[in-house]
């Protein structure tokens, strides 16, 4: 079935704020980019640019929440930190490392939508809580498993962003070695 106007649009968005950044994604780049006609914007998205990126985000937050959930879905903390981050790595290496994380950037883009944080911030805390309660499971206690699953968005993201402006993986590849030596001090005994 052929996507709506507002699915291209969605997913245009995603792409384009991923190589660009909110700032850097205009609504005529975005129509150009998703196929559509500008009337499509405004019938779908009233509040314009700042709605679009919205709802993007969420989109793009869930179908990452998704994949997450299906990392933490295991017994292996360890091996879910180095699915996210090979999930990372094939995302920087397919778009030849122009393409980062859409919720960081929608994170970064509050001067254009100034919800923009917001909405990056609640997708960012399902993350955490994601993993937070997979190490949990594999008995790290609760507050000391939400703090280490902060570490390691903030570590993956930040590679992320290193491996992009290096154009290459190798600051994924340190942040994933790291993380499974630092969980794995916390599973062997040591739940804190």
Avoid at 35 to 63: C, D, H, I, W
Avoid at 121 to 133: R, S
């Amino acid at each position: 079935m052929t996507p709506s106007p507002r699915e291209r649009l969605i997913a245009g968005t995603i792409a384009l704020v991923r190589e660009r950044g909110v700032a850097g994604a205009g609504i005529t780049d975005l129509l150009a980019r998703s196929g559509t006609a500008r009337r499509s914007v405004y019938q779908n998205f009233p509040r314009g640019k700042a709605q679009l990126v919205e709802e993007s985000t969420q989109v793009a937050g869930r179908m990452m929440s998704s994949i997450i959930a299906g990392f933490t879905a295991g017994d292996s903390p360890v091996e879910s930190l180095a699915a996210f981050v090979q999930m990372w790595k094939d995302a920087v290496v397919s778009s030849d490392f122009t393409a980062g994380c859409p919720i960081a950037a929608a994170a970064l883009g509050g001067t254009e939508v100034p919800s923009g944080p917001a909405v990056a911030a609640e997708v960012f805390e399902d993350w955490t809580c994601l993993l937070a309660g997979q190490l949990a499971r594999a008995g790290v206690g609760e507050s000391f498993a939400k703090s280490l699953a902060t570490t390691a968005v903030c570590a993956i993201e930040g590679a992320t962003i290193l491996s992009i402006s290096s154009r290459s993986v190798r600051p994924l590849d340190e942040v994933g070695v790291n993380l499974a030596e630092l969980v794995s001090l916390h599973l062997d005994g040591n739940p804190r």
